[in-house]
């Protein structure tokens, strides 16, 4: 089957926002008075790229609703662990020595067993179940067609993104944390039967929704955004953010000389995101004089871009490795 560079596209630009919101973690954001306009376009743009993982989770979906279930079907976790394994053996001793401080060999074993050895490690806990679950969501969407797609697809919306439509809970909310679930059956969805709707309302979804919301949680608090509102990855607005962004890029066509270049930066993204925190945890504190509203776009330009470009190359040659020694073996 022919590679499908929007899908190159798509992974890239989940892991660029992964990059972009973990910014939010150092440069300062959170100790801000939530006033202004630099801090409303600030909290418009984190919108955005909170939707990140639910990007890549929502390509989770896509990818695996229409394969087999066979052997072949659980090709991809080898892989992903080893790298996990790589990217812990770089990481560990790196905390150890220079980020996290001393610890000993037992937390650190405990944490790597725990997908602590990555910072980020609990992305790849959640995909881990989410492959072990997917055969079963495929098997129900296979057997309901279409129809049972969309009440499977309600349901999981009223479990997981309903309750925090709003500031006040609206609906019980105890189920919020299945939303992996919610972002597959989406994700599936789309691959199986396609959402036909105008461009303009994935273009209205990346741009009017992260502003409103940007807005909003700019006037829901006098203080910082602690105090404000919020939502989680599985919130009602991060999903139409997520799915828009989705839909805007599979709507994107793609020239053909971009297709080798996009083929080789999505080979990283995942290890990338593991990798990414090696570079996120000192390199913004050491530039305390770009911790502020004012330079926020030089941060961007000058530490968030370099680190989504470094992580990915560091990503990529873990991939690199870890592929070579599968064939091998």
């Given at each position: 089957?022919k590679?499908?560079?929007?899908i190159?596209l798509?992974r890239?630009?989940?892991?660029?926002?992964?990059v972009?919101?973990?910014?939010?973690?150092?440069n300062?954001?959170?100790f801000?008075?939530q006033t202004?306009?630099l801090?409303?376009?600030?909290?418009s743009?984190?919108?955005?790229?909170f939707?990140?993982?639910g990007?890549?989770?929502?390509?989770?979906?896509?990818l695996?609703?229409?394969?087999?279930?066979?052997?072949r079907?659980?090709r991809?976790l080898?892989a992903v662990?080893?790298?996990?394994i790589i990217?812990?053996?770089i990481?560990i001793p790196?905390?150890?020595f220079y980020?996290?401080?001393?610890?000993?060999?037992?937390?650190?074993?405990?944490r790597?067993?725990?997908?602590e050895?990555s910072?980020?490690g609990w992305?790849?806990?959640?995909y881990?179940?989410?492959?072990?679950?997917a055969?079963?969501l495929?098997?129900?969407?296979?057997s309901?067609?279409e129809?049972?797609c969309?009440k499977?697809?309600?349901?999981l919306l009223?479990l997981?993104?309903?309750p925090?439509l709003?500031?006040?809970?609206?609906?019980?909310?105890?189920w919020?944390?299945i939303?992996?679930?919610?972002?597959?059956?989406?994700?599936a969805y789309?691959?199986?039967y396609?959402?036909?709707i105008s461009r303009?309302y994935?273009?209205?979804g990346?741009?009017l929704l992260?502003?409103?919301?940007?807005?909003?949680?700019?006037i829901?608090t006098?203080?910082?955004v602690?105090?404000g509102?919020?939502?989680?990855y599985g919130?009602s607005?991060?999903?139409?953010?997520?799915?828009?962004?989705f839909?805007?890029?599979q709507?994107?066509?793609?020239p053909?000389i971009?297709?080798?270049?996009?083929?080789?930066?999505a080979?990283?993204?995942?290890?990338?995101?593991l990798i990414?925190?090696?570079?996120?945890?000192k390199?913004?504190?050491?530039?305390?004089q770009w911790?502020?509203?004012?330079?926020?776009?030089v941060?961007?330009?000058c530490?968030?871009?370099p680190?989504f470009?470094?992580?990915m190359l560091?990503?990529?040659?873990v991939?690199?490795?870890?592929k070579?020694?599968?064939?091998?073996n």
């Open positions: 089957m590679r499908d560079s929007n190159d798509i890239i630009t989940g892991f660029f926002f992964v972009c919101v973990h910014a939010y973690l150092y300062g954001w959170f801000e008075n202004g306009i801090m409303w376009l600030a909290n743009f984190r919108w955005l790229v939707s990140c993982n990007i890549f989770m929502l390509l989770t979906g896509y695996m609703t229409m394969k087999k279930w066979d052997r079907f659980y991809s080898p662990i080893l790298s996990y990217i812990s053996a990481s790196i905390r150890h980020l996290d401080g001393a610890q000993t060999f037992a937390v650190w074993l405990e790597f067993m725990s997908f050895g910072h980020y992305y790849l806990e959640m881990i179940g989410l492959l072990l679950l055969p079963i495929n098997a129900a969407m296979d309901l067609g129809k049972g969309r499977i697809l309600v349901t009223a997981t993104a309903l925090n709003t500031p006040l809970i609206i609906a019980p909310d105890y919020e944390h939303y992996p679930l919610t972002y597959y059956v989406i994700g789309i691959r199986r396609g959402i036909d303009k994935p273009v209205m990346v741009t992260p502003m409103a919301l940007g807005f909003t949680t700019l829901s006098d203080g910082y602690t105090d509102w919020w939502q989680g919130g607005y991060v999903v139409l953010i997520a799915v828009s962004v839909l805007l890029i709507s994107i066509k793609i053909k971009m297709e080798k270049p996009l083929q080789f930066m080979g990283g993204t995942f290890e990338g995101y990414s925190h090696l570079f996120d945890a390199t913004y504190f050491a530039f305390p911790r502020t509203p004012e330079m926020w776009l941060s961007f330009f530490i968030t871009l680190i470009f470094v992580s560091c990503g990529k040659a991939n690199l490795i870890a070579i020694h599968l064939r091998r």
